[in-house]
């Protein structure tokens, strides 16, 4: 099985979500869905990053990072073009 640690954006108000998940399709379906309360208010969601992990204890261990403050202005350096592209306004990208 694969394990799946994800980066969310929310289309209407630009705001981040990472989370984990072992089926992402299933995932992303559910948070665009209105399944998830904590995503809810912010729908829709593209998917613009992931990452896969052969051990669910690696992908954890990721996604608790990627939501600390060093992890998220690390994903921000990585993903620093796509954000700019889905931003035109100078938005602040923050996680929810």
Do not use: C
Not at 8 to 17: G, M, P, T
Not at 38 to 63: C, G, S
């Amino acid at each position: 099985m694969l394990y799946y640690v994800y980066v969310l954006q929310s289309v209407r108000f630009k705001k981040l979500y990472i989370g984990f998940t072992s089926n992402i399709t299933n995932r992303l379906k559910e948070h665009n869905n209105g399944l998830s309360q904590a995503t809810k208010p912010y729908i829709p969601y593209d998917l613009i990053f992931y990452e896969t992990f052969i051990n669910k204890r690696d992908a954890k261990n990721r996604e608790k990072y990627l939501k600390t403050g060093w992890g998220l202005r690390s994903l921000k350096k990585t993903l620093k073009n796509s954000l700019q592209i889905e931003s035109k306004s100078a938005r602040k990208f923050s996680l929810f």
